[in-house]
């Protein structure tokens, strides 16, 4: 059944932008629509216009028979400024203070507008990353590594410190603990990855980069391959850390138990993504 235009631009945007990085051929919209190509052609550049315009992501065209487009989700600097000022203002407050210098994080990440912008900042990041798997450690690094892979269209993988036998068999590895120096164990189900997957890290808080090293470790027992590491939040770690490329959204610089006040200031995520604005030429380019 013929739709108007109207209701065409509607279904079209939500259509595209619950399936990111999936190439959509325009035989599809034709055919769903009962309208000529270059009706949907036309409705495709009004969309493509209003995502840029939005900064909603980038809507790349790819030609040829076997073409068609696909929504690319990104995040202008803009947007990535003003979202990380308002969450350090928000890490910073004294009601977040927990006994021994803790930080209280699980309302943030208990939000899902608040998540649903994380998975598009970092989901920037890997425009041009293939990711075959989101990874991260239990528990608090659950909602963010979902919020990443509905991003990026692609599984997410819980490692667990302890067995399930829901899980099956599994590979474990032992760790290092950064902050506290003992010896921790994780392990995850032989079924979740496969040889040579593109693994994307992501987690809620690190400080000396142990955990992280873990799932670093455990990674390289799948003879899969790690492709970035992305955190939440950082803190300043006095000593040595074993990780040292990732990019991090918040960073707590100081907490000072007497005082009851935290230092917190946005990360080095600015300094390692490209933005809606360069990417979305580079996109067109390829």
């Known amino acids: 059944m013929k739709v108007k235009r109207s209701e065409r631009l509607i279904d079209i945007t939500q259509y595209l932008m619950a399936r990111p990085k999936t190439l959509i051929p325009l035989t599809f919209f034709s055919a769903r629509y009962e309208s000529a190509k270059s009706s949907i052609s036309e409705d495709l550049a009004i969309v493509k216009r209003t995502f840029a315009t939005r900064g909603t992501g980038i809507l790349q065209t790819v030609p040829g028979a076997a073409g068609g487009v696909r929504y690319i989700p990104a995040v202008s600097r803009n947007f990535a400024e003003t979202f990380l000022q308002t969450m350090a203002a928000r890490l910073a407050e004294k009601e977040r203070l927990l006994p ?102 992501v987690d809620d808080f690190m400080k000396g980069g142990g955990t992280v090293n873990g799932m670093r470790t455990l990674i390289n027992e799948f003879d899969a391959e790690l492709v970035g590491i992305a955190v939440f939040a950082e803190a300043i770690f006095s000593g040595k850390p074993m990780v040292s490329d990732y990019s991090s959204l918040l960073r707590v610089d100081d907490v000072d138990t007497d005082a009851q006040t935290i230092v917190a200031n946005p990360g080095n995520y600015l300094e390692k993504t490209t933005f809606l604005e360069d990417l979305t030429q580079a996109v067109t380019e390829r």
């Open 100 to 201: 021994g210098g803790y930080v209280y994080l699980s309302d943030l990440l208990g939000q899902p507008t608040v998540l649903n912008d994380i998975g598009r900042l970092i989901a920037t990041q890997y425009v041009r990353t293939p990711v075959d798997v989101v990874m991260t450690v239990a528990t608090k690094g659950i909602p963010i590594a979902q919020a990443t892979a509905s991003y990026l269209n692609v599984p997410f993988v819980i490692v667990r410190r302890d067995s399930k036998v829901t899980e099956g068999s599994t590979v474990s590895v032992n760790y290092v603990s950064g902050s506290s120096n003992r010896i921790e164990k994780m392990e995850l189900s032989k079924r979740s990855l496969r040889e040579g997957a593109k693994i994307l890290v």
